[in-house]
C-alpha cells in the first residue's frame, strides 16, 4: 500500500493515535469505519499472545462491515514501541508481520528492522519524532511518514511549535508528514494541510468516546478539563510527558515536585515505587478544552468532517 492509497482510502485526512491503555478493538473498529485511521498500540493487548487475538478480531469485524454496507473501511494501524525497555517487540513484530497490518507506527527509537519487516510485505511505516534530530534518524532507515508529535499533544509530546518543525522537517524530507498536537477540531485538520502536513493525528478526544477502553473517570476528566489543567512534565517517566493535573493530585503525587522535575533514565517497569504515569496519572494534550462531552467515536467523527468542511468552505468564500 502506498501513502496515497492510504489516503484516497480515508473520509477524513485523520489518524487516530494510538493511546496506552485507552485505545482497543472497538475504537479501532469504530474509527476504521467512520473513514480514519484506527490504532491502537500493541503493548495494549496483554498478554503478547493476545494480539493475535485482538488483529483477527479487528480484520473480522472490518470485513463484515464491508459486506454489509459495501464500503471499504480504512486501513488500521498499529504502534510497536521498539525502545529497549520494550520485552516484546520481536514477538509483537512476528505477530503484526503475519497479520500483514497495514500501516505500523513506530516510538522512540530508530525502527530500521521493522521498516526491513513491514516493507517486505508492502505495508507502510510511520514513525514518531520530536526533533529534527529524531526526523533525520528516521528518514536515514527508511520510514514511509513522520509524525510529528508538536507541543501541546497527549503523551510524551516535544517542546517545538508545529510552525518550527514542520517546515525543517520538510526542507529534507519528502515522505509523508502527520501533524500533532492539540488537534480536536476540523478547522485544525484543515490548518495542518495548509501547513503543509499529509494527515493530522488526533489522540484526546478519542480518551472521551464511548469505544474507548479508559476508566470512566479518565474521559469525564477529558470531558471537564482545560488546557490549563495540563501539566508538561518528565516526573512520572523519565521523559516529558502531557498530564491531567487533576488526576495527579488524585494520586497523591507532590504537583510542586512534578513541575520541578529533570528529565532521567525512561522508567516503564513495574518495579519503580513512583505512581505510574498513564496507570495513576491520565493523560491529555492541550486541547482537552475543546473536548465537551463523552459520545461515540462515528458522532465525533461527523462532527470533524463537518467542522472541516465548513473551514473549507470559509477559506473558499474569503478568497473569492
Avoid at 509524525?147 to 514542520?166: K, Y
Avoid at 493523560?283 to 473551514?311: C, F, M, N, T, W
Wanted: net charge negative; aromatic share 6%; with cysteine.
Amino acid at each position: 500500500m502506498s501513502v496515497d492509497t492510504l489516503k484516497a482510502n480515508l473520509t477524513l485526512p485523520v489518524i487516530g493515535a494510538p493511546m496506552f491503555l485507552a485505545s482497543g478493538v472497538d475504537l479501532v473498529v469504530a474509527q476504521c469505519c467512520a473513514g480514519i485511521v484506527g490504532s491502537f498500540p500493541a503493548l495494549n493487548a496483554r498478554p503478547a499472545a493476545e494480539l493475535d487475538n485482538w488483529l483477527t478480531e479487528i480484520e473480522s469485524r472490518l470485513a463484515a462491515f464491508q459486506a454489509e454496507t459495501g464500503k471499504a473501511p480504512a486501513p488500521y494501524a498499529v504502534n510497536l514501541i521498539v525502545h529497549g525497555s520494550n520485552p516484546r517487540v520481536e514477538e509483537d513484530l512476528a505477530t503484526l508481520v503475519r497479520h500483514k497490518v497495514p500501516l505500523v507506527i513506530t516510538s522512540l527509537s530508530a525502527p530500521d528492522k521493522v521498516v526491513e519487516a513491514v516493507h517486505g510485505y508492502g505495508g507502510l511505516v510511520f514513525h514518531d519524532v520530536i526533533t529534527v534530530r529524531h526526523a533525520e534518524k528516521a528518514a536515514g532507515v527508511g520510514v514511509d511518514g513522520l509524525i510529528l508529535v508538536c507541543a501541546g499533544a497527549g503523551g510524551h509530546a516535544g517542546r517545538l511549535s508545529p510552525f518550527a518543525l514542520l517546515p525543517e522537517v520538510k526542507a529534507f524530507y519528502d515522505g509523508a508528514i502527520v501533524l500533532s498536537g492539540a488537534i480536536t477540531g476540523g478547522a485544525a485538520i484543515l490548518a495542518a494541510e495548509a501547513l503543509g502536513a499529509d494527515f493530522a493525528y488526533i489522540g484526546s478526544a478519542f480518551i472521551a468516546t464511548n469505544e474507548s477502553i479508559a476508566p470512566e473517570g479518565h474521559k469525564q476528566m477529558v470531558a471537564e478539563s482545560h488546557a490549563a489543567d495540563v501539566l508538561y512534565t518528565p516526573y512520572f517517566s523519565g521523559t516529558h510527558g502531557n498530564y491531567l493535573i487533576p488526576s495527579i493530585l488524585a494520586a497523591g503525587a507532590d504537583l510542586d515536585e512534578a513541575s520541578a522535575a529533570q528529565p532521567r533514565k525512561m522508567e516503564f517497569g513495574s518495579g519503580s515505587s513512583k505512581t505510574k504515569a498513564w496507570k495513576d496519572v491520565w493523560s491529555a494534550g492541550q486541547g482537552v478544552g475543546q473536548i465537551e462531552r463523552i459520545q461515540p467515536a462515528a458522532d465525533y467523527i461527523g462532527q470533524l468532517k463537518a467542522e472541516y468542511d465548513a473551514a473549507r468552505a470559509a477559506l473558499l468564500v474569503h478568497g473569492t
